[in-house]
């Protein structure tokens, strides 16, 4: 169990010092408050998150207004290596942090936030200069006044676009009424101008209306002659296009020169106001704040330290509430923590739970090496991890470090079987000249599990390896199932269910492992004619152990595992009527569903075997095509042992990464894995471009 023990720590102080003691739990950090149903809030902390607040939207419009994204990405770390330094921030006080923030957050933002409001307006413009061209086009060459149309003392005149088809029925429904009609640029449309009494100007409207036109009109500010309008609007168009442009090249420089400062700052203003959000609202009373949380045990002295101006007080976790609620913390080594990101992906190990990061940072590269095995690829692979480790920020630093772990397991895997881009490590320079020199004494270990020429012998050689380490793997997460039932106090559970679990699976993968050494002579394993000794099984258990004697230990061994289980199966139905299960329900779960279960787990594990000969099988067909084109004198041949190597290494680097996440995630965890608890939120999230300094008082 690789997770931190926690205790509650507690400091009691007056109110009004709040802000004080939200800058000491800050420089603090490993501090995770506990939240309380307390509605008394801190004047002077509510005033500091009210500005913080403030300066982190202006900063954050601009951020996205600008486009910049919060972390840099694979593709520009691949391609142009992009890397922001951090920057050192040194400070005393929260408030130091919000007063810095409405400082320097004026001289960052106001210049890019003018730009942007300039080229919103711009681009508000176009759009609407835009619509008043496509509705000009129709009448552009109009040279008619539409200003004084409209309602007068004894007519009424006005402008209307209809349909050329329409202007028959117009006119009929409009007899007596004077009609003007102007033919335009296209067919399909006339324009006319009605000259009617004042009295029919309400029939005209209606008339028009009935056909979806409406009077002809130009806005204000712009000349009432169609033709004069389209000119003007086409000129400002042409403007607001170049003005665009300009912004949006201005705005692409200021984005590149601000990128670093503006993101430290989107940063800080972020941390400040998570911070005092946080812990805005303590416990206690209307003059007296109490502010409650989970810390470290092995930091219950720096806590002290840096809460020693108040009363402070640490103690055990005794409360079965706070018991049950308390987040979990990881404390893994430096290699090991790289594999956390596995563990989160299934949840967060829950009280009483072994932390499965451990076991995962060693199987982990076992099975990607195996299945991903060759030199060449394995140090490309170990390459672009480290690449991303050293360049990229926060999640993609640990899987790029992830990579790169999987990266060299892949190339020592690859030594193991021989291979460098699918050629004889032996027979490659200078590796020749090493291996029958210098390295001589190691040579043997070059080709051990080589499947290079994809023989029987081979074959079975890689299954066998494969097969074995998922037994162990397996039994690995039996054994932790037992485990975790034994603390939890359910004892009946696991001697009826989880031990003879164990045991069934046990003999299951005995039964097997006679059945491969008695040449699938599976009806008469238990003669004695068969004294071959077992794979695996005689050498543990010692030359006393042969097919014959073992084959009949391990059935006993199978039956009485079943019958155990379906006992307890049937117990526990009884003593739990609302879970809906029968006697007739249990013994045929374990008669079918846990015999099945052990034998499709453990055949599961092949796929490290066959990945390996995939791997293999397609580098051979690569290696094949290129000497048949010519090899390196040749441009094709040179194009195909590029090319197919790449696309090799992209695509099953993938499928081999889903692999080895699946045998974990649905073969191993199932088994014992619960998760689902909370994980330990620091005061001060994680920082990618600032550097708190505190400054020593």
């Not at 499965?356 to 990607?368: A, E, N, V």
């Not at 699976?505 to 004619?529: E, F, K, L, P, Q």
């Not at 249990?586 to 453990?602: I, P, Q, R, S």
Request: charged share 20%; net charge neutral.
């Amino acid at each position: 169990m690789v997770v931190a023990d926690l205790k509650l720590g507690s400091i009691i102080l007056p109110r009004s010092e709040s802000p004080l003691a939200v800058s000491r739990l800050a420089e603090f950090e490993w501090f995770h408050k506990i939240e309380t149903e307390n509605d008394i809030v801190t004047p002077e902390v509510d005033d500091l998150l009210l500005r913080a607040q403030k300066s982190y939207q202006a900063i954050d419009d601009v951020v996205k207004g600008l486009q910049i994204p919060l972390q840099v990405g694979i593709m520009e770390v691949l391609f142009k290596g992009t890397v922001i330094k951090k920057k050192q921030y040194e400070l005393d006080e929260m408030q130091t942090m919000v007063d810095d923030l409405e400082k320097k957050s004026p001289g960052i933002v106001d210049g890019p936030a003018k730009l942007l409001e300039d080229i919103a307006a711009t681009q508000r413009s176009l759009d609407e200069y835009t619509t008043l061209k496509e509705t000009l086009d129709v009448v552009k060459k109009l040279n008619v006044d539409v200003g004084g149309f409209g309602f007068m003392k004894y007519f009424y005149t006005n402008l209307f676009v209809i349909n050329t088809s329409e202007f028959a029925e117009v006119s009929r429904t409009l007899e007596g009424v004077t009609i003007y009609k102007y033919e335009l640029d296209t067919k399909d449309k006339l324009a006319v101008i009605v000259v009617a009494g004042s009295d029919d100007s309400d029939k005209v409207l209606k008339v028009f209306r009935g056909f979806n036109s409406n009077p002809f009109v130009i806005p204000q500010g712009l000349p009432q002659v169609p033709a004069q309008a389209y000119s003007l609007i086409v000129s400002k168009l042409a403007e607001l296009t170049k003005k665009e442009k300009e912004l949006a090249k201005e705005i692409a420089k200021v984005k590149v020169s601000i990128r670093r400062d503006i993101l430290a700052l989107h940063e800080s203003a972020f941390v400040a106001k998570e911070v005092l959000e946080t812990l805005r609202k303590p416990g206690g009373t209307k003059r007296f704040a109490v502010i409650q949380g989970y810390i470290p045990k092995n930091m219950e002295g720096k806590f002290k330290e840096v809460t020693k101006q108040w009363m402070s007080v640490t103690e055990d976790i005794r409360d079965p509430k706070m018991v049950q609620n308390r987040p979990t913390l990881f404390q893994n080594k430096r290699w090991v923590r790289t594999f956390e990101v596995i563990t989160q992906s299934q949840g967060i190990p829950r009280r009483g739970e072994a932390d499965p990061t451990p076991m995962i940072s060693l199987m982990w590269p076992i099975f990607y090496g195996i299945m991903f095995a060759d030199l060449g690829h394995g140090l490309l692979l170990m390459g672009l991890g480290l690449l991303f480790k050293m360049k990229g920020q926060g999640v993609m630093a640990r899987w790029g470090m992830l990579i790169a772990i999987s990266g060299a397991s892949a190339a020592v895997a690859g030594v193991g079987a021989g291979e460098m881009f699918g050629f004889h490590i032996d027979h490659l320079q200078p590796f020749e000249d090493l291996l029958h020199g210098p390295l001589q004494p190691v040579s043997w270990l070059v080709g051990t599990l080589s499947v290079a020429e994809l023989t029987f012998e081979q074959v079975i050689n890689i299954l066998k390896v494969s097969l074995f380490l998922g037994i162990i793997h397996l039994i690995w997460a039996f054994v932790l199932r037992i485990r975790r039932l034994h603390k939890e106090g359910h004892k009946q559970m696991m001697i009826t269910e989880a031990i003879p679990n164990l045991t069934l699976y046990g003999g299951i993968v005995v039964i097997m492992m006679c059945a491969i050494g008695a040449s699938y002579d599976v009806m008469n394993m238990y003669s004695r004619t068969h004294t071959e000794v077992v794979p695996w099984v005689t050498i543990f258990l010692g030359d006393w152990a042969r097919v014959w004697i073992v084959t009949r230990i391990a059935v006993i061994v199978v039956l009485g595992s079943m019958a155990t289980m379906m006992v307890g199966g049937i117990l526990h139905a009884k003593h739990h009527p609302e879970d809906g299960g029968s006697a007739a329900n249990v013994v045929m779960e374990v008669f079918l569903g846990k015999t099945v279960e052990c034998l499709a787990h453990t055949i599961s594990y092949a796929r490290l075997g066959i990945m390996l000969l995939v791997h293999a099988a397609l580098l051979m067909t690569v290696n094949n095509a290129f000497a048949s084109m010519g090899g390196w004198s040749s441009p094709g041949g040179i194009a195909m042992i590029v090319g197919g190597n790449l696309g090799i290494m992209m695509i099953e680097g993938l499928i081999v990464y889903i692999q080895s996440l699946r045998l974990h995630l649905y073969e191993f965890f199932t088994k014992w894995y619960d998760g689902g608890s909370q994980p330990f939120k620091q005061v001060v999230p994680e920082l990618l471009y600032n550097q708190l300094i505190w400054k020593k008082k």
